[in-house]
């Protein structure tokens, strides 16, 4: 059966997916930084950057509306700010874990008067209180495979973009080869292992592997973009394709 959304363990429908992945986000907030930077090797750092330089014609516009979804912590978000001019308009900043979204918040506010900053918004991804058409670039990293339903969450963002308008999805994949062979036991041995030491519970750093694995392979979430209406869809493999950066176009006609 082709994958619809994040399944984390025990959930039944989507609302109970949605919730079990809120609360995970919550619990594991205090820590989800160190955590992130350490099994990553900072390499996600990188990967944030390589995205917000992908947008950058867009994020140089002062007036350009932007919403970085499911932003956690706030890293992408500061990532992206590095590239609007000062004074620009404020990117928006949404998650629906609370816990994630305050520490974002407090890093936004920490910024020098006068730099370009954010908002933070709770928001649900699957149901945006932004108005319809209103948005020039969406980005979503590590945060779009974690949604309930993935055709859900690319019609919402459909909507609220301006015909157009960019999608940029960074997020985890499964390289092949001998490398992946490789990744594989450290993504589903040694990162579970490490996180359960740091964290010290096992379900959040099992979830993170379980669902890497159920998240659809590049041609599959390719073919899913252009079958909600976006056109120019492409992925770029980054790190030898342990992660990836998909970017579409909400296509002109809706
Ligand atoms: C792995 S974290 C990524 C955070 C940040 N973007 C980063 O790159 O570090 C995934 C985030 O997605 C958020 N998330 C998952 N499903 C969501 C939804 N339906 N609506 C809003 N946020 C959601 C979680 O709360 C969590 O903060």
């Not at 020098?112 to 928001?123: S, V």
């Not at 339903?149 to 459909?158: C, Q, S, T, V, W």
């Not at 157009?164 to 041995?189: C, M, N, Q, T, W």
Request: with cysteine; hydrophobic share 45%; aromatic share 10%.
């Amino acid at each position: 059966m082709p994958t619809t959304g994040a399944k984390p363990a025990g959930a039944v429908d989507e609302a109970s997916a949605a919730q079990s992945v809120q609360q995970m986000f919550n619990s594991i907030a205090p820590r989800y930084d160190l955590l992130n930077h350490l099994l990553s090797a900072n390499i996600d750092r990188l990967w944030w950057r390589r995205t917000a330089r992908r947008f950058r014609s867009t994020l140089a516009n002062p007036n350009a509306a932007i919403l970085d979804i499911c932003c956690g912590t706030g890293d992408m978000t500061l990532a992206l700010l590095k590239h609007r001019p000062n004074g620009a308009r404020p990117v928006l900043a949404a998650d629906f874990a609370r816990a994630m979204l305050s520490r974002g918040a407090q890093k936004f506010a920490a910024r020098q008067r006068g730099t370009a900053t954010a908002i933070a918004l709770e928001a649900d991804a699957l149901h945006l209180p932004i108005q319809s058409g209103s948005l020039d670039l969406i980005v979503s990293a590590f945060g779009f495979r974690n949604l309930a339903n993935y055709k859900a969450g690319l019609r919402e963002f459909h909507r609220v973009l301006k015909p157009g308008g960019h999608l940029g999805i960074l997020d985890f994949s499964e390289p092949g080869g001998l490398l992946g062979k490789a990744y594989a036991v450290y993504f589903h041995r040694v990162l579970p292992a490490i996180g359960r030491l740091v964290y010290g519970a096992a379900g959040p750093y099992n979830y993170l592997p379980t669902s890497v694995g159920n998240f659809p392979p590049p041609p599959e979430m390719l073919s899913l973009l252009r079958a909600t209406g976006y056109d120019q869809a492409t992925w770029q493999p980054y790190t030898f394709g342990i992660a990836g950066l998909y970017t579409a176009r909400r296509a002109d006609v809706a």
